[in-house]
């Protein structure tokens, strides 16, 4: 069974930076899908990056793009998302997916079927 564990969440003020974690155990194989969603009140969930595990292709949705930055350590089956420049707008719950099917290119937009519990992230002004 595939776990996804974040950490890394907390508040900052605007302008800080933040590194989440997504810790992945039950499957050790690369060429898969992760990704980085997060989710404000009110609004709909948004993709923010994505990474081919193994690989180097990545994925930023415009709003995050330039600020920030998902990596991967394959030997700890962690994927990382580098938060810098933030905004009180970057304020969510950043959950961490994996679609397991096999992929040459990743983007939010896959089904991805295992999810982590989320970790928020507060963005003062």
């Known amino acids: 069974q595939v776990q996804l564990v974040e950490s890394g969440g907390g508040s900052v003020q605007a302008g800080g930076s933040l590194r989440l974690s997504c810790a992945a155990s039950g499957y050790t194989r690369s060429g898969y899908c992760m990704a980085w969603f997060r989710q404000a009140p009110g609004k709909e969930r948004e993709g923010v990056a994505a990474?081919?595990?193994?690989?180097?292709?990545?994925y930023y949705a415009n709003s995050v793009k330039a600020r920030f930055t998902i990596s991967q350590d394959n030997a700890k089956n962690t994927v990382y998302l580098q938060m810098s420049s933030l905004k009180p707008e970057d304020t969510a719950v950043y959950y961490c997916?994996?679609?397991?099917?096999?992929?040459?290119?990743?983007?939010?937009?896959?089904?991805?079927?295992?999810w982590g519990q989320g970790t928020q992230v507060t963005v003062s002004s």
């Open positions: 990474v081919l595990t193994g690989g180097g292709s990545t």
């Open positions: 997916a994996a679609d397991l099917r096999p992929a040459f290119f990743c983007t939010p937009d896959r089904s991805y079927n295992y």
